[in-house]
C-alpha cells in the first residue's frame, strides 16, 4: 500500500482559494497512491482563530469539492485534513475522506477540542463519533491533532478494527516532542501503522512543528519530513500488523477497559 503525506505550508498572505487550488495540484500530482493525506485546517491554519467563522463552509462545501475532485482524477483515497464545518448553528473540525471515486466515504468531527477554554474549546462543537474507514488493503481509524493525547480513543478505534490511524494536525512547533513521542505511543500500545500529518510555517503567530512522520506497528519510524512543506511516500505492508499481533500479542492481554463476556 502506497501513502503519501503532504505537509501543507500555511502562509497567512496566500488567500484561501489560492491555497485550496494549490493543494489540489498537489493531491492529483500523487496518482499512483493508494492514500493521499492532509493536515488538520490547511486552508486557513489550526490556531487562526478568528478566521474560523469567515471560512467555515458546509460540509458539501468549497473544500469538499476541490478535494472530491482531486481524489477523482488522482484515483486515490484522500484523507483531506479537516475543515471548519458549520452546521445545526455550530462549528466543528470536521475531517473528509473520499474515494478515488471522488466520493464522501467518512466524516469526523474531532471530538477532543485544545484550547483550556478559549480557542478551539470554546468555539466549536466536540463531536462524539469515533470513526473507521475500511479501505481495499486495511482499516483505518481517524483522529486529529489533540485526540492524539487520549489513548482511549485508539483503544476504541482498534476495538473498532483499525488496523492503522490517521491523524491530521496543526501541531506546535514549541511541542514538537511530545507530538513524535505521541504518534510513537499510539502505534506500539495499539500495534497499528501511525500516519501523523502535519502542517508546516507559522499562521496566528504560531510556528509549526511539521515533522509529519509514518510509524510502523512495532513503533518504527519510516519516514519523517522536516519542518517545511514536504512530501513523504512510505510503502506500507499491511500484513504487518496481523503478524506483529500475532508473534507480540499484547492486545489479548487487555484486562481494563474490555468488555467481559456475560455470567451464564
Given at each position: 500500500m502506497r501513502a503519501s503525506l503532504i505537509q501543507i505550508a500555511v502562509d497567512p498572505d496566500e488567500p484561501v482559494d489560492s491555497r485550496r487550488a494549490r493543494v489540489a495540484a498537489l493531491v492529483r500530482a500523487e496518482r499512483g497512491a493508494d492514500l493521499v493525506v492532509l493536515p488538520e485546517l490547511w486552508p486557513m491554519g489550526a490556531f487562526a482563530y478568528e478566521s474560523f467563522a469567515a471560512e467555515s463552509e458546509p460540509l458539501?462545501?468549497?473544500?469538499?469539492?476541490?478535494?472530491?475532485a482531486a481524489a477523482r482524477d488522482a484515483g486515490v483515497w484522500l484523507h483531506a485534513g479537516s475543515v471548519v464545518e458549520a452546521a445545526g448553528g455550530a462549528l466543528y473540525n470536521t475531517s473528509l475522506v473520499f474515494t478515488p471515486r471522488g466520493t464522501l466515504a467518512a466524516s469526523y468531527r474531532k471530538i477532543h477540542r485544545f484550547g483550556f477554554d478559549k480557542g478551539e474549546a470554546v468555539m466549536m462543537a466536540a463531536g462524539e463519533e469515533p470513526v473507521t474507514v475500511a479501505l481495499p488493503?486495511?482499516?483505518?481509524?481517524?483522529?486529529?491533532?489533540?485526540?492524539?493525547?487520549?489513548?482511549?480513543?485508539f483503544r476504541g478505534l482498534v476495538d473498532a478494527g483499525a488496523q492503522a490511524f490517521v491523524v491530521p494536525a496543526g501541531w506546535p512547533a514549541r511541542r514538537r516532542a511530545h507530538w513524535t513521542l505521541l504518534a510513537r505511543a499510539r502505534a506500539v500500545e495499539n500495534q497499528a501503522y501511525m500516519l501523523a500529518c502535519g502542517t508546516a510555517g507559522t499562521h496566528a503567530g504560531v510556528e509549526q512543528a511539521g515533522h509529519s512522520l509514518v510509524v510502523d506497528p512495532w513503533g518504527e519510524v519510516l519516514a519523517?519530513?522536516?519542518?517545511?512543506?514536504?512530501?513523504?511516500?512510505?510503502?506500507?505492508?499491511?500484513?504487518?500488523?496481523?503478524?506483529t499481533r500475532e508473534q507480540f500479542p499484547a492486545l489479548k492481554d487487555r484486562v481494563l477497559g474490555v468488555a467481559k463476556p456475560p455470567r451464564p
Open positions: 458539501d462545501g468549497p473544500t469538499h469539492q476541490a478535494m472530491a488493503e486495511l482499516t483505518v481509524g481517524v483522529a486529529t491533532c489533540y485526540d492524539l493525547r487520549f489513548p482511549e480513543l519523517e519530513a522536516g519542518p517545511d512543506e514536504e512530501i513523504l511516500r512510505v510503502t506500507l505492508d499491511p500484513a504487518k500488523v496481523t503478524t
